[in-house]
């Protein structure tokens, strides 16, 4: 079963700003509460296009993901996932920031689309969407919000 998810939130934070934290794709630790460690493997750099972070929750599970797309002029960053044990298969996600002109905030919306079995939809719809994107991006208005 083919899933489509989206999670938003405006940050009261220039783009810039909000993009200097997510840009490194090893940074996840540094902004989301979910991840213990994350480190890119083959001695490439966190923003290496073909670069493959390992990370680590702190619940004890594995992520291994490929970064696909790194665009600093677009505020774009696009990945897949290679390997976990979420019953997940073609996995693609995005995450895209836009000013909001109006008063120079940013727009963050983070994609993904996914195969997954029917049985699993709905909780995977929850964990990803509220407790991966959305708690995620509320971690990351919170982490810039500190001075």
Same mark, same amino acid.
């Given at each position: 079963?083919?899933?489509?998810?989206?999670a938003s939130r405006v940050?009261?934070?220039?783009?810039?700003?909000?993009?200097?934290?997510?840009?490194?794709?090893?940074?996840?630790?540094?902004?989301?509460?979910?991840?213990?460690?994350?480190?890119?493997?083959?001695?490439?750099?966190? !923003?290496?296009?073909?670069? &493959?972070?390992?990370?680590?929750?702190? #619940?004890?599970?594995?992520?291994? *993901? %490929?970064? /696909?797309?790194?665009?600093?002029?677009?505020?774009?960053?696009?990945?897949?996932?290679?390997?976990?044990?979420?019953?997940?298969?073609?996995?693609?996600?995005?995450?895209?920031?836009?000013?909001?002109?109006? !008063?120079?905030?940013?727009? &963050?919306?983070?994609?993904?689309?996914? #195969?997954?079995?029917?049985?699993? *939809? %709905?909780? /995977?719809?929850?964990?990803?969407?509220?407790?991966?994107?959305?708690?995620?991006?509320?971690?990351?208005?919170?982490?810039?919000?500190?001075?």
């Amino acid at each position: 079963m083919k899933v489509h998810l989206i999670a938003s939130r405006v940050l009261p934070f220039a783009p810039e700003v909000v993009w200097h934290k997510i840009r490194d794709f090893n940074g996840l630790p540094s902004w989301h509460h979910m991840i213990a460690s994350s480190l890119i493997e083959g001695g490439k750099s966190g !923003d290496q296009v073909g670069s &493959v972070r390992n990370f680590f929750t702190h #619940d004890g599970g594995n992520i291994r *993901e %490929q970064l /696909l797309a790194l665009d600093d002029h677009r505020f774009v960053i696009a990945y897949n996932i290679l390997q976990s044990d979420m019953g997940v298969s073609d996995y693609f996600a995005e995450i895209s920031l836009r000013r909001v002109t109006s !008063d120079n905030s940013t727009f &963050v919306v983070w994609t993904a689309q996914f #195969d997954c079995a029917a049985e699993k *939809e %709905q909780e /995977l719809k929850q964990f990803i969407g509220e407790s991966v994107f959305q708690a995620g991006l509320a971690n990351l208005h919170a982490v810039l919000g500190v001075t």
